[in-house]
C-alpha cells in the first residue's frame, strides 16, 4: 500500500528552525505535485505550500512566504519543508500528500490538495516563547 509518513516535528524556540520530512513508500514522487498542509488547535487544516516533482515549481502560503522552503530528494524519495524564523502560530500538525502535479500550479493549489481524504498522521511542531 502507498504511503506518505511526515517526521520531524518538535518543541522549539520562536526563531529557531526545523526540517520536516515526507517520505513515499511503495510509490515514487516522479510526476507528481506535493503539497504541505497544517492544522492548528481549533483550526481546520490549511495549505503551507506544494512542490511540483517535475519542475521543481514551489507555491507557499503568504503567513509562510520567505521563513518556509518546500524541497525534494528524488533519490531519497523525500520531499522537505524547511522552516525558519518559526512563529508561536506556525504550531500545528503538519503533514503531506501527493497527487496530479497540476494541483501545485498557482496559488489555489490548497484547494484541490484539500479535497485529498488519504491523509497520514502528521508530524507535531510545537513553536514556544
Known amino acids: 500500500e502507498a504511503r506518505l509518513v511526515e517526521s520531524g516535528g518538535d518543541l522549539v524556540q520562536a526563531g529557531g528552525s526545523l526540517r520536516l520530512s515526507c517520505a513515499a513508500s511503495?510509490?515514487?514522487?516522479?510526476?507528481?505535485?506535493i503539497a504541505w498542509f497544517r492544522q492548528a488547535p481549533g483550526k481546520e487544516r490549511e495549505g503551507v505550500g506544494c512542490i511540483r516533482s517535475g519542475d521543481g515549481a514551489t507555491y507557499y502560503a503568504d503567513s509562510v512566504k520567505g521563513r518556509f522552503t518546500i524541497s525534494i530528494d528524488n533519490a531519497q524519495n523525500t520531499v522537505f519543508l524547511q522552516m525558519n524564523s518559526l512563529k508561536l502560530e506556525d504550531t500545528a500538525v503538519y503533514y503531506c500528500?501527493?497527487?496530479?502535479?497540476?494541483?501545485?500550479?498557482?496559488?489555489?493549489?490548497?484547494?484541490?490538495?484539500?479535497?485529498?481524504?488519504?491523509w497520514g498522521e502528521g508530524t507535531r511542531v510545537t513553536v514556544s516563547s
Open positions: 511503495r510509490f515514487t514522487f516522479e510526476g507528481y505535485g
Open positions: 500528500n501527493a497527487d496530479r502535479p497540476y494541483y501545485c500550479a498557482g496559488s489555489d493549489y490548497s484547494t484541490y490538495f484539500a479535497k485529498l481524504s488519504n
